[in-house]
């Protein structure tokens, strides 16, 4: 069994209260891993860790190129542990194979992305009314970095902060998922590996009401990028106000799938199924209410509910398994709470809706792919974010009612339109109030892109660009190229 420890300031750590959290299987309910239990004290001790060697200079003053030579070491590594990272990510998550392929596979890519863009100009020059004045900015780190993540993506999430993170010459502190830790601290065993400088890159394990609260808190910390709910979002965000955090948070989302009645029947199908219950379900810009318009809306429901019913579920592993498992036994309670819900309030329960507990996954957390018709906009099951297998199918009569239905929530993360009018697709899409959008596809993400929403679903971006650009300060530097007096006193 593996047991994971802390890495703070160069060393790795049992929990000052020698605290352990077993780490389950999701498959099948077996303890895969024992890690600390991170305190108070020892999110402290990883804040002056991160702090110490950010006021050295150690790695802030380090040239770009030299800092992205680490991060492409890191890239090199991960993909050498390939196989083995993504057999881990499959038992920590319970995600399928080919899913954690791409999760280790893209977190690779998106080292060597943030490696390579940390060389090139970054700086500005202004050409300003004073001739005698040189104006111009450069960038800079903002200093100590706190990085939360969720449980979804355990490595890919990670990645997305750390690598922008130590690119921009932070000294980082983070904090992944409690229950989902395994590849990240493999990916701090890399760091080590390739020769971070102690106390540049800190992981602290544990209970985010005590580790994440305490580094959103700290006066030590100067910057704070979070992704999860928006509900903590909130605590996130109230916490960082002590010293004004630079504050970055990709939150829940309830995202609209918009389907037109001259699409291709099947691709729309396909594409939506792919839309949901990619992962689960458990992916924040997952396509969880589809709008379809009413003259392809009873064909669309009837082949999106066949093609639902023959999705293969079972453990990550096993070759042709189409669905894994829910990462955990209280999310699974959760969805099926929802279920429950959308039942009592009316809605239609067209597929699913149950525990699988066939063919030897009694002891796992698995649910069958969930289809509600006959929603109402009124709905919980419309209105909140369930992270689950479980999509709502809503009928529109035109782009307007459309548009109306696809706003209507607290939510702003992503959405998609499916029609072969590409005026229209461009029009619906410019009024969709959301940050990450899709014409005739549904999913793809690249670093190159950004990544964030609208409304609640968080403030500021990650990846590409704007995702280096949350963990710098812009500095503003006037030159005098004539010095003299400035005159403006006469005594």
């Excluded at 024992?34 to 990883?46: C, H, I, S």
């Excluded at 863009?117 to 970054?122: G, H, R, V, W």
């Excluded at 479980?390 to 939510?411: G, M, S």
């Amino acid at each position: 069994m593996m047991k994971l420890k802390m890495y703070i300031n160069g060393e790795w750590r049992e929990s000052s209260s020698k605290a352990i959290r077993d780490i389950i299987n999701p498959a099948n309910g077996e303890v895969i891993a024992q890690a600390a239990e991170g305190t108070l004290e020892d999110a402290e001790a990883a804040i002056q860790a991160a702090r110490d060697a950010f006021d050295s200079g150690i790695w802030s003053d380090l040239p770009a190129a030299e800092r992205a030579s680490y991060l492409y070491k890191i890239a090199d590594k991960l993909e050498e542990r390939h196989k083995e990272l993504v057999e881990l990510e499959v038992l920590d998550n319970g995600k399928t194979r080919g899913e954690a392929e791409f999760d280790i596979e893209d977190a690779a890519v998106c080292f060597r992305y943030y490696a390579g863009l940390i060389t090139k100009p970054a700086g500005e020059t202004f050409d300003v009314p004073d001739p005698n004045i040189h104006s111009m900015v450069v960038r800079e780190p903002v200093g100590v970095a706190g990085l939360v993540v969720p449980w979804n993506f355990p490595m890919l999430m990670s990645v997305w902060k750390i690598a922008p993170a130590l690119a921009a010459g932070n000294t980082i502190v983070f904090k992944p998922a409690e229950i989902t830790p395994v590849t990240a601290v493999k990916v701090f065993e890399i760091m080590e590996e390739v020769g971070i400088p102690a106390g540049v890159a800190n992981m602290v394990l544990g209970e985010g009401g005590v580790i994440g609260q305490t580094i959103a808190e700290s006066h030590d910390v100067d910057a704070i990028s979070f992704t999860g709910s928006t509900q903590t979002g909130r605590k996130i965000m109230q916490a960082a106000t002590g010293n004004i955090k630079k504050i970055s948070l990709e939150l829940g989302g309830k995202s609209p799938n918009i389907i037109f009645d001259d699409v291709d029947l099947e691709i729309a199908v396909d594409q939506a199924l792919f839309g949901i219950f990619f992962g689960a379900g458990q992916v924040c810009v997952a396509g969880s209410r589809i709008l379809v318009q009413e003259g392809l809306y009873d064909r669309f429901v009837e082949r999106f509910v066949e093609r639902a019913k023959k999705i293969k579920v079972g453990p990550g592993n096993e070759e042709d398994v189409e669905m894994g498992a829910i990462v955990s036994e209280s999310q699974m309670n959760n969805i099926l709470n929802y279920i429950k819900i959308g039942q009592e309030e009316g809605a239609v329960l067209a597929a699913g809706g149950k525990r699988i507990t066939e063919r030897g996954l009694d002891k796992g957390f698995f649910i069958e792919p969930t289809v509600f018709t006959d929603v109402t906009q009124d709905m919980r099951i419309v209105q909140e974010e369930i992270f689950g297998p479980v999509v709502t199918i809503q009928k529109f009569k035109d782009e307007k009612e459309a548009i109306e239905l696809a706003n209507d929530v607290d939510f702003g993360l992503a959405g998609g339109v499916f029609t072969n009018d590409g005026a229209r697709a461009l029009s619906v899409i410019k009024k969709l109030r959301a940050g990450i959008t899709w014409i005739n596809t549904y999913h793809p993400a690249f670093v190159e892109a950004p990544w964030g929403g609208y409304k609640q679903s968080g403030i500021g971006r990650g990846l590409g660009t704007y995702g280096l650009e949350d963990f710098q300060e812009v500095k503003q530097i006037n030159i005098n190229l004539n010095p003299g007096m400035a005159g403006w006193f006469k005594g």
